[in-house]
Protein backbone atom coordinates (compact mmCIF):
# COMPACT_ATOMS: atom_id res chain seq x y z
CA UNK A 1 0.00 0.00 0.00
CA UNK A 2 2.63 2.55 0.60
CA UNK A 3 4.16 2.32 -2.72
CA UNK A 4 0.93 2.96 -4.43
CA UNK A 5 0.49 5.87 -1.91
CA UNK A 6 3.74 7.23 -2.98
CA UNK A 7 3.23 7.56 -6.11
CA UNK A 8 0.10 8.68 -5.98
CA UNK A 9 1.52 11.33 -4.19
CA UNK A 10 4.49 11.67 -6.52
CA UNK A 11 1.60 12.35 -9.49
CA UNK A 12 -0.38 14.90 -7.76
CA UNK A 13 2.11 17.92 -8.40
CA UNK A 14 2.31 16.50 -12.04
CA UNK A 15 -1.78 16.18 -12.61
CA UNK A 16 -1.71 20.12 -10.87
CA UNK A 17 0.59 21.50 -13.46
CA UNK A 18 -1.00 19.61 -16.57
CA UNK A 19 -4.82 21.09 -15.14
CA UNK A 20 -3.10 24.44 -14.92
CA UNK A 21 -1.47 24.13 -18.32
CA UNK A 22 -4.65 23.27 -20.05
CA UNK A 23 -6.49 26.51 -18.36
CA UNK A 24 -3.72 28.88 -19.64
CA UNK A 25 -3.66 27.01 -23.23
CA UNK A 26 -6.25 28.91 -24.92
CA UNK A 27 -5.56 32.09 -23.90
CA UNK A 28 -1.80 31.68 -24.09
CA UNK A 29 -1.91 30.79 -28.00
CA UNK A 30 -4.20 33.28 -28.64
CA UNK A 31 -1.33 36.00 -27.46
CA UNK A 32 1.46 33.85 -29.21
CA UNK A 33 -0.73 34.04 -32.96
CA UNK A 34 -1.07 37.86 -32.03
CA UNK A 35 2.57 37.89 -31.83
CA UNK A 36 3.27 35.65 -34.87
CA UNK A 37 0.98 38.51 -36.64
CA UNK A 38 2.65 41.45 -35.39
CA UNK A 39 6.18 39.89 -35.84
CA UNK A 40 4.52 39.46 -39.76
CA UNK A 41 3.31 42.76 -39.86
CA UNK A 42 6.98 44.38 -38.81
CA UNK A 43 8.97 41.96 -41.29
CA UNK A 44 6.60 43.45 -44.20
CA UNK A 45 7.44 46.66 -43.06
CA UNK A 46 11.31 45.89 -43.89
CA UNK A 47 10.31 44.01 -46.77
CA UNK A 48 8.56 47.07 -48.24
CA UNK A 49 10.21 50.28 -47.00
CA UNK A 50 13.72 48.76 -45.65
CA UNK A 51 12.71 49.35 -41.58
CA UNK A 52 10.02 48.39 -39.52
CA UNK A 53 8.28 52.12 -38.90
CA UNK A 54 5.94 50.38 -36.07
CA UNK A 55 7.65 47.32 -33.94
CA UNK A 56 6.31 44.26 -33.08
CA UNK A 57 5.73 45.12 -29.68
CA UNK A 58 3.27 48.38 -31.06
CA UNK A 59 1.92 46.31 -33.47
CA UNK A 60 1.09 43.76 -30.73
CA UNK A 61 -0.73 46.12 -28.59
CA UNK A 62 -2.70 47.80 -31.06
CA UNK A 63 -3.61 44.10 -32.70
CA UNK A 64 -4.67 42.66 -28.66
CA UNK A 65 -6.52 46.36 -28.24
CA UNK A 66 -8.32 45.79 -31.61
CA UNK A 67 -9.26 42.20 -31.12
CA UNK A 68 -10.65 42.81 -27.78
CA UNK A 69 -12.21 46.05 -28.63
CA UNK A 70 -14.05 43.99 -31.39
CA UNK A 71 -14.91 41.22 -28.89
CA UNK A 72 -15.33 39.92 -25.44
CA UNK A 73 -13.16 36.87 -24.81
CA UNK A 74 -15.54 34.65 -22.84
CA UNK A 75 -13.87 32.77 -19.33
CA UNK A 76 -11.90 30.32 -21.39
CA UNK A 77 -9.99 32.41 -22.94
CA UNK A 78 -8.82 34.57 -19.86
CA UNK A 79 -6.69 32.92 -17.29
CA UNK A 80 -3.71 32.70 -20.29
CA UNK A 81 -4.31 36.43 -21.50
CA UNK A 82 -3.74 36.78 -17.99
CA UNK A 83 -0.88 34.35 -17.38
CA UNK A 84 0.93 35.86 -20.43
CA UNK A 85 0.02 39.90 -19.15
CA UNK A 86 1.92 39.11 -16.39
CA UNK A 87 3.90 36.43 -15.45
CA UNK A 88 5.62 35.95 -18.92
CA UNK A 89 6.37 40.10 -18.46
CA UNK A 90 7.54 39.36 -15.18
CA UNK A 91 9.73 37.31 -16.38
CA UNK A 92 11.08 39.46 -19.24
CA UNK A 93 11.67 42.04 -16.66
CA UNK A 94 13.99 39.69 -14.37
CA UNK A 95 15.72 38.36 -17.67
CA UNK A 96 16.77 42.13 -18.45
CA UNK A 97 18.21 42.37 -15.61
CA UNK A 98 21.61 40.54 -17.16
CA UNK A 99 21.69 43.34 -19.77
CA UNK A 100 22.06 46.05 -16.59
CA UNK A 101 25.26 46.05 -14.47
CA UNK A 102 26.36 47.28 -10.98
CA UNK A 103 28.39 50.03 -12.81
CA UNK A 104 25.09 51.33 -14.66
CA UNK A 105 23.75 52.08 -11.88
CA UNK A 106 26.17 53.78 -10.13
CA UNK A 107 26.68 55.80 -13.24
CA UNK A 108 22.93 57.11 -11.97
CA UNK A 109 24.37 59.26 -9.43
CA UNK A 110 22.96 60.28 -6.35
CA UNK A 111 21.03 64.00 -8.13
CA UNK A 112 19.25 61.59 -10.40
CA UNK A 113 18.37 59.42 -7.45
CA UNK A 114 16.99 62.18 -5.37
CA UNK A 115 15.51 63.46 -7.97
CA UNK A 116 13.03 60.62 -9.23
CA UNK A 117 12.01 60.72 -5.20
CA UNK A 118 11.13 64.23 -5.64
CA UNK A 119 9.20 64.05 -8.70
CA UNK A 120 7.32 60.77 -7.25
CA UNK A 121 6.56 63.23 -4.11
CA UNK A 122 5.56 66.14 -6.06
CA UNK A 123 3.15 64.38 -8.62
CA UNK A 124 1.89 63.03 -5.19
CA UNK A 125 1.12 65.82 -4.42
CA UNK A 126 -0.15 67.40 -7.52
CA UNK A 127 -2.32 64.16 -8.34
CA UNK A 128 -4.38 64.27 -4.84
CA UNK A 129 -4.52 68.09 -5.43
CA UNK A 130 -5.75 67.60 -8.57
CA UNK A 131 -8.83 64.96 -7.93
CA UNK A 132 -10.01 67.15 -4.61
CA UNK A 133 -10.49 70.14 -6.96
CA UNK A 134 -12.08 68.14 -9.67
CA UNK A 135 -14.65 67.30 -6.39
CA UNK A 136 -12.91 63.19 -6.18
CA UNK A 137 -13.42 61.53 -3.01
CA UNK A 138 -10.47 61.37 -0.76
CA UNK A 139 -9.66 57.62 -1.46
CA UNK A 140 -9.95 57.84 -5.09
CA UNK A 141 -7.99 61.04 -5.41
CA UNK A 142 -5.47 58.82 -3.80
CA UNK A 143 -5.83 55.95 -5.51
CA UNK A 144 -5.49 58.08 -9.23
CA UNK A 145 -2.30 60.03 -7.40
CA UNK A 146 -0.63 56.77 -6.29
CA UNK A 147 -1.58 55.00 -9.30
CA UNK A 148 0.02 57.70 -11.53
CA UNK A 149 3.35 59.05 -9.57
CA UNK A 150 4.66 55.26 -8.85
CA UNK A 151 3.44 51.76 -10.33
CA UNK A 152 -0.24 52.06 -11.86
CA UNK A 153 -2.18 49.14 -10.82
CA UNK A 154 0.63 47.45 -8.25
CA UNK A 155 0.46 51.04 -6.35
CA UNK A 156 -3.36 50.78 -6.38
CA UNK A 157 -3.17 47.44 -5.27
CA UNK A 158 -0.83 48.41 -2.22
CA UNK A 159 -2.46 51.33 -1.05
CA UNK A 160 -6.33 50.59 -1.45
CA UNK A 161 -5.96 48.54 1.81
CA UNK A 162 -3.97 51.18 3.81
CA UNK A 163 -6.86 53.73 2.91
CA UNK A 164 -9.78 51.70 3.25
CA UNK A 165 -10.70 51.98 -0.62
CA UNK A 166 -13.69 49.82 -1.75
CA UNK A 167 -14.20 47.91 -4.71
CA UNK A 168 -15.42 50.01 -6.63
CA UNK A 169 -12.99 52.75 -6.69
CA UNK A 170 -10.17 50.28 -7.03
CA UNK A 171 -11.99 49.00 -10.33
CA UNK A 172 -12.47 52.27 -11.74
CA UNK A 173 -8.38 53.31 -11.14
CA UNK A 174 -7.28 50.15 -12.58
CA UNK A 175 -9.36 50.59 -15.35
CA UNK A 176 -8.05 53.82 -16.38
CA UNK A 177 -4.54 53.13 -15.63
CA UNK A 178 -4.60 49.76 -18.21
CA UNK A 179 -6.44 52.20 -21.06
CA UNK A 180 -4.10 55.06 -20.38
CA UNK A 181 -0.82 52.43 -19.41
CA UNK A 182 -1.27 51.29 -23.60
CA UNK A 183 -1.60 55.38 -24.39
CA UNK A 184 1.77 56.16 -22.84
CA UNK A 185 3.30 53.05 -24.05
CA UNK A 186 2.17 54.05 -27.52
CA UNK A 187 2.51 58.17 -27.80
CA UNK A 188 5.65 58.57 -25.17
CA UNK A 189 7.82 57.18 -28.41
CA UNK A 190 6.54 59.64 -30.31
CA UNK A 191 7.09 62.64 -27.81
CA UNK A 192 10.87 61.75 -27.15
CA UNK A 193 11.69 61.59 -30.97
CA UNK A 194 8.90 65.06 -31.55
CA UNK A 195 11.93 66.54 -28.42
CA UNK A 196 14.71 65.32 -30.02
CA UNK A 197 15.19 63.29 -26.79
CA UNK A 198 18.93 61.42 -26.19
CA UNK A 199 18.23 57.64 -25.56
CA UNK A 200 19.15 58.61 -22.17
CA UNK A 201 17.21 61.46 -21.52
CA UNK A 202 13.99 59.41 -23.23
CA UNK A 203 14.53 56.36 -21.01
CA UNK A 204 14.60 58.26 -18.02
CA UNK A 205 11.45 60.11 -19.68
CA UNK A 206 9.83 56.85 -19.99
CA UNK A 207 10.81 55.54 -16.39
CA UNK A 208 9.76 58.41 -14.68
CA UNK A 209 5.83 58.27 -16.25
CA UNK A 210 5.16 55.15 -17.90
CA UNK A 211 3.08 53.01 -15.46
CA UNK A 212 4.62 49.59 -15.33
CA UNK A 213 7.61 48.31 -15.09
CA UNK A 214 7.47 46.30 -18.15
CA UNK A 215 5.69 48.58 -20.23
CA UNK A 216 8.85 51.08 -19.68
CA UNK A 217 10.64 48.49 -21.85
CA UNK A 218 7.75 48.69 -24.51
CA UNK A 219 7.95 52.31 -24.52
CA UNK A 220 11.46 52.70 -24.58
CA UNK A 221 12.55 49.82 -27.53
CA UNK A 222 11.99 52.17 -29.76
CA UNK A 223 14.69 54.47 -29.16
CA UNK A 224 17.34 51.86 -28.70
CA UNK A 225 19.15 50.08 -25.66
CA UNK A 226 20.34 53.02 -23.62
CA UNK A 227 16.48 54.13 -23.89
CA UNK A 228 15.55 50.41 -22.26
CA UNK A 229 18.41 50.33 -19.45
CA UNK A 230 17.85 53.69 -18.22
CA UNK A 231 14.32 53.74 -18.13
CA UNK A 232 14.35 50.16 -16.69
CA UNK A 233 16.66 52.00 -13.85
CA UNK A 234 14.73 54.94 -13.37
CA UNK A 235 11.45 53.13 -13.03
CA UNK A 236 13.10 50.23 -10.17
CA UNK A 237 13.54 53.99 -8.20
CA UNK A 238 10.26 54.67 -8.64
CA UNK A 239 9.04 51.27 -7.96
CA UNK A 240 11.23 50.91 -4.31
CA UNK A 241 9.28 54.61 -3.64
CA UNK A 242 6.04 52.65 -2.62
CA UNK A 243 7.00 50.85 0.54
CA UNK A 244 7.76 54.51 1.90
CA UNK A 245 4.60 55.96 0.87
CA UNK A 246 2.79 53.12 2.04
CA UNK A 247 4.06 53.64 5.54
CA UNK A 248 3.30 57.49 5.84
CA UNK A 249 -0.07 56.62 4.18
CA UNK A 250 -0.85 54.34 6.70
CA UNK A 251 0.11 57.12 9.67
CA UNK A 252 -1.89 59.61 7.86
CA UNK A 253 -5.10 57.52 6.79
CA UNK A 254 -7.16 57.84 10.39
CA UNK A 255 -6.86 61.79 9.20
CA UNK A 256 -7.71 61.79 5.58
CA UNK A 257 -11.58 59.36 6.59
CA UNK A 258 -14.23 61.31 6.08
CA UNK A 259 -16.45 62.30 9.14
CA UNK A 260 -19.28 60.56 7.27
CA UNK A 261 -17.22 57.32 6.74
CA UNK A 262 -18.08 54.37 9.14
CA UNK A 263 -15.98 52.33 6.95
CA UNK A 264 -13.40 49.60 9.06
CA UNK A 265 -10.26 50.72 9.75
CA UNK A 266 -7.41 50.43 6.72
CA UNK A 267 -5.49 48.10 6.86
CA UNK A 268 -1.78 47.14 5.35
CA UNK A 269 -0.82 45.79 2.35
CA UNK A 270 0.98 42.39 2.03
CA UNK A 271 5.48 42.76 1.70
CA UNK A 272 4.80 41.06 -1.85
CA UNK A 273 3.08 44.00 -3.15
CA UNK A 274 5.41 46.85 -1.64
CA UNK A 275 8.30 44.49 -3.13
CA UNK A 276 7.27 42.96 -6.14
CA UNK A 277 9.14 39.43 -6.56
CA UNK A 278 10.57 40.14 -9.80
CA UNK A 279 12.00 43.59 -8.89
CA UNK A 280 14.12 41.24 -7.15
CA UNK A 281 14.88 38.87 -9.76
CA UNK A 282 15.98 41.55 -11.64
CA UNK A 283 18.31 43.19 -8.62
CA UNK A 284 19.39 39.09 -8.23
CA UNK A 285 20.29 39.02 -11.95
CA UNK A 286 21.97 42.41 -12.08
CA UNK A 287 24.17 41.58 -8.74
CA UNK A 288 25.26 38.02 -10.91
CA UNK A 289 26.19 40.03 -13.85
CA UNK A 290 27.94 42.35 -11.74
CA UNK A 291 30.12 39.77 -10.52
CA UNK A 292 30.30 37.94 -13.53
CA UNK A 293 28.48 34.86 -12.97
CA UNK A 294 26.44 35.42 -16.43
CA UNK A 295 28.59 33.74 -19.03
CA UNK A 296 28.92 36.36 -21.91
CA UNK A 297 27.35 33.53 -24.48
CA UNK A 298 24.16 33.97 -22.61
CA UNK A 299 23.87 37.23 -23.15
CA UNK A 300 21.84 37.59 -25.96
CA UNK A 301 20.07 34.60 -25.68
CA UNK A 302 18.53 35.87 -22.60
CA UNK A 303 18.03 39.12 -24.54
CA UNK A 304 15.83 38.20 -27.66
CA UNK A 305 14.15 35.66 -25.21
CA UNK A 306 13.02 38.81 -22.83
CA UNK A 307 12.32 40.52 -25.96
CA UNK A 308 9.74 37.66 -27.15
CA UNK A 309 8.32 37.14 -23.89
CA UNK A 310 7.89 41.14 -23.58
CA UNK A 311 6.02 41.29 -27.29
CA UNK A 312 3.76 38.14 -26.40
CA UNK A 313 2.72 40.16 -23.01
CA UNK A 314 2.14 43.32 -24.79
CA UNK A 315 -0.50 41.23 -26.98
CA UNK A 316 -2.00 39.82 -23.83
CA UNK A 317 -2.34 43.82 -22.64
CA UNK A 318 -4.01 44.86 -25.66
CA UNK A 319 -6.30 42.18 -25.33
CA UNK A 320 -7.18 42.83 -21.77
CA UNK A 321 -8.41 46.49 -22.28
CA UNK A 322 -11.52 47.92 -23.77
CA UNK A 323 -11.09 51.43 -24.85
CA UNK A 324 -14.82 51.61 -24.19
CA UNK A 325 -14.38 51.81 -20.29
CA UNK A 326 -12.75 55.45 -20.74
CA UNK A 327 -15.71 56.37 -22.63
CA UNK A 328 -18.42 54.90 -19.54
CA UNK A 329 -16.65 56.45 -16.41
CA UNK A 330 -16.95 59.67 -15.39
CA UNK A 331 -15.53 63.05 -16.66
CA UNK A 332 -14.34 64.19 -13.77
CA UNK A 333 -12.69 60.79 -12.97
CA UNK A 334 -11.00 61.00 -16.71
CA UNK A 335 -10.08 64.76 -16.33
CA UNK A 336 -8.20 63.70 -12.68
CA UNK A 337 -6.11 61.10 -14.44
CA UNK A 338 -5.18 62.98 -17.46
CA UNK A 339 -4.10 65.70 -16.19
CA UNK A 340 -2.28 64.23 -13.19
CA UNK A 341 -0.78 62.36 -16.35
CA UNK A 342 0.82 65.27 -18.06
CA UNK A 343 1.24 66.94 -14.98
CA UNK A 344 4.17 64.04 -14.13
CA UNK A 345 5.15 64.26 -17.61
CA UNK A 346 5.99 67.94 -16.71
CA UNK A 347 8.10 67.27 -14.00
CA UNK A 348 9.89 64.65 -15.37
CA UNK A 349 10.80 66.82 -18.41
CA UNK A 350 11.79 69.59 -15.86
CA UNK A 351 14.22 67.00 -13.66
CA UNK A 352 15.89 65.84 -17.11
CA UNK A 353 16.37 69.16 -18.17
CA UNK A 354 17.36 70.73 -14.63
CA UNK A 355 19.93 67.84 -13.92
CA UNK A 356 21.31 68.31 -17.78
CA UNK A 357 21.30 64.24 -18.32
CA UNK A 358 22.90 63.76 -21.72
Not at 67 to 88: E, H, M
Not at 227 to 233: E, F, N, Y
Request: hydrophobic share 60%; net charge positive.
Amino acid sequence: MLPDTMAAASAAPGRFVLARLCTVLPGLALCIAVTILAFAVAWGERRLFGDAWIEALVLAILAGTAIRTAWTPSARWIPGIGFSAKFLLEIAVVLLGASVSAATILSAGPVLLLGIAGVVVLALAAGYGIGRLLGLPVRMALLVACGNAICGNSAIAAVAPVIGADGDDVAASIAFTAVLGVVVVLGLPLVGMGLRLSGVQYGALAGLTVYAVPQVIAAAAPLGAAAVQVGTLVKLVRVLMLGPVCLLLSVLAPRLREESDERAHPGYPPVHHLVPWFILGFLAMVALRSFGLVPQAALVPMEHAATLLTVVSMAALGLGVDVRTVARAGGRVTAAVVLCLLTLGGLSLALIHTIGLA
